[in-house]
């Protein structure tokens, strides 16, 4: 189908892939690395069936895309498996509604995802267990609407069953695909119970994400009993502060404009028959499913956070898409849809923009905790801290202030921000000092680096806008904690953040250990 300027709704799509990769690796490849995104390259060192915190699968998306992290020293090759997978999501969210209704509705879909901060940015540009998921995730929405359409054929049940698999191994969000399944098959599609086909792809599913299992079996299921406490309600004390900051957050991490038109598109739901196609039932089970429990568990738990709605969201997009073509049957850009896609590009600019050039800092401009409180200082002046700490490491050694092969060492796993950005370029080993559920993954990395290390004296380095007290923190540690120096960042002509380089010595031979 040819839209009104003569450019056809698939190639228009192209367009748009092309169009929003561009701008995607324009940041990816000039925005330093955020804590979570350095977290997970850490992941990447060393290739497992399970982490501590998420499936495998960003690990191996890592070394896919550095070329088995020959590349790992630039920040975009690490994100280009993000900003791939954005183009390839964006791609089968089309045909899922193309399958549904027309290309001009798939059209709509295309735009929408891309204009949406969770799937445009979170998870199409930072590498995240978001990025890999989303592939998985829109792969097995368009098998759900090619199932729906002809539920004998093998072919799409097979690859909903190995892609449902993979998007769990991606983070495992992924089991609402079946839950939101399950329930539409229990309420609309009992049949589907005698169908083989649905059997074959649970056990392809289950078989693919096994490895999670077993892992957590061999460890304590260490993954779940961490996880469960960020999501426990036990009491029943209701937290409307933390409810209202989830509901604020999946309004904002999704798009205003993409949730309100996704509202009213639900709202349309019987009276426009789009609850004539199953798939668009089924995709409401999911989306609904996973954002209303994340809203409830934030009424009685502190500590959701707005991105975990976002495969919800992307869920929904379907109906939006079909609800925007019914309601505007000639517009190939509703002023809806404009909107949503204006907004998203001009939020992507100002960020970055602001991220390199804001004078100074949003935060605090305290002396002693500078930068407290600005989100940009997560991606800026990393780099140029980790240059300064080279010279400071390579005269102390020189020096014969500290022996070669001294660590540095981290209480938390956002140390990892550190290692990437200060140990890395120097193969300084980093080794985490503290307890499990702070230190996440670095319990296991102590075990592979220990016998690398001179424990005998070590680095810590402490960010301004991540102050805690260094001395009560490592004194189980070590017996002498001095202070060496302070690293300055300045962005804009003013001062942004500082870097505070303590030396430790006298090593007390505490090294934690997973137990």
Not at 394 to 419: L, T
Not at 468 to 495: C, F, L, M, T, W
Request: net charge positive; with cysteine.
């Amino acid at each position: 189908m040819k839209a009104s300027t003569g450019w056809s709704y698939r190639q228009r799509v192209f367009l748009l892939m092309i169009a929003f990769s561009v701008i995607r690796l324009i940041i990816a490849f000039t925005v330093e690395l955020g804590n979570d995104e350095s977290y997970y390259w850490l992941y990447s060192q060393q290739l497992k069936w399970n982490y501590f915190d998420h499936p495998p699968m960003v690990a191996v998306w890592i070394r896919l895309f550095t070329l088995n992290l020959s590349l790992q020293q630039y920040a975009g090759f690490l994100r280009l498996g993000s900003v791939a997978g954005c183009a390839l999501s964006t791609w089968f969210i089309y045909k899922c509604v193309t399958v549904l209704s027309t290309e001009r509705a798939g059209w709509f879909a295309a735009c929408l995802y891309n204009a949406s901060f969770y799937a445009g940015i979170t998870a199409g540009i930072f590498i995240i267990p978001d990025s890999p998921q989303m592939i998985f995730w829109t792969l097995s929405l368009w098998m759900i609407a090619k199932i729906t359409m002809d539920e004998k054929n093998w072919l799409n049940w097979l690859i909903f069953g190995i892609g449902s698999g993979l998007c769990i191994m991606s983070k495992v969000h992924g089991v609402f695909i079946w839950m939101g399944l399950g329930l539409y098959i229990l309420f609309y599609k009992r049949s589907w119970l005698a169908n083989p086909r649905l059997y074959i792809a649970l056990i392809l599913s289950f078989a693919i994400s096994t490895p999670i299992l077993i892992w957590n079996i061999q460890n304590n299921f260490v993954t779940y009993s961490f996880n469960s406490q960020r999501i426990d309600i036990s009491g029943f004390a209701r937290n409307w502060y933390s409810f209202l900051r989830e509901a604020c957050g999946q309004l904002l991490i999704n798009n205003p404009f993409n949730v309100v038109v996704i509202f009213l598109a639900l709202f349309s739901w019987r009276r426009h028959k789009m609850n004539r196609l199953a798939a668009l039932t089924i995709c409401n089970f999911i989306g609904l499913l996973l954002a209303s429990i994340i809203l409830f568990i934030s009424l009685y738990r502190d500590g959701t956070l707005p991105h975990w709605s976002g495969p919800a969201y992307v869920t929904l997009i379907p109906l939006a898409a079909i609800w925007l073509s019914i309601r505007n049957k000639t517009s190939t850009c509703p002023k809806s849809l404009y909107l949503s896609v204006a907004g998203s590009v001009a939020f992507l600019i100002v960020c970055t923009l602001a991220i390199h050039y804001y004078p100074g800092n949003f935060g605090s401009k305290s002396a002693k905790d500078l930068g407290t409180g600005d989100l940009t200082l997560d991606m800026y002046g990393w780099q140029q801290a980790g240059k300064q700490f080279d010279s400071l490491y390579q005269s102390d050694i020189n020096k014969g202030i500290m022996p070669k092969g001294s660590p540095v060492v981290c209480y938390k796993w956002w140390g990892a921000h550190q290692e990437y950005y200060f140990c890395r370029q120097l193969a300084i080993e980093m080794i985490g000092l503290g307890e499990m559920n702070n230190l996440h993954e670095y319990m296991w990395m102590n075990a592979r680096r220990k016998d690398k290390v001179n424990f005998t004296s070590a680095y810590c380095i402490e960010p301004s806008d991540e102050l805690y007290d260094v001395h009560r923190q490592y004194h189980n540690y070590y017996k002498e904690i001095d202070s060496a120096a302070d690293i300055k960042i300045v962005r804009g002509n003013k001062p942004a953040h500082d870097f505070y380089i303590y030396r430790l010595k006298g090593w007390k031979n505490n090294l934690p250990a997973v137990q």
